[in-house]
């Protein structure tokens, strides 16, 4: 006796698409190595270190969006300014704008501290300065020194440095210090454009 067997082909699918999922193995996508690098500038308007400087604003542009973190605490503008400038971030472009009208043959400085940072990893820019000048020359003056602890000797990594023009309040007083920076690994710290004054 001859037994025919059919077997419908929505079975014969139902097993082949079986065993392919079965050696199928499910696959959770992965990042990429975690960036350590800190915004990158490439355009500063003017540039850095311009003198003769008559505008009220100056943008810088970084490689790629960032944050500003901590604007009164970390910049520092010196000389000081009655009226603050104001930082707007645009996109990948800081735009900073002047509300009073700087002193005639003066270097300005600003101190950025750690307020710039990547938008994504937090990582800083640490001690970016911008400097112009109003008049035809940048004030040359300058400090450095080592900081390190009184009890191991040893140097002190992100000490903050304040330095006080001897006219000015106190860090206890009125006005908060116009100048100031942070140490690197070996303790060691510098700032520099000052103007001619008695500093303590």
Known sequence: MLLVIFRPPFLLFAVVFLGL??????QHPTGGPRDSVAPQIIRESPKNFTTSFKGDEINIQFDEYYKLTNAFKEISVSPAMEKAPIFKVKKKVLNIQFMEKLEDSTTYTINFGNALSDF???????????VLSTGN???SLSISGTVVD???KEPVLNATV???PVNQDTLFGKKRASLFTTTDSSGNYSLKYLRNNTYS
Not at 21 to 26: K, L, P, V
Not at 120 to 126: A, D, H, P, R, V
């Open 21 to 26: 999922y079965g050696c199928a193995s499910i």
């Open 120 to 130: 994504n990893e937090g990582n800083l820019i640490k001690n970016y300065m911008y």
């Open 137 to 139: 020359k940048i004030d």
């Open 150 to 152: 009184a009890i191991t």
């Open 162 to 164: 304040f330095l006080l």
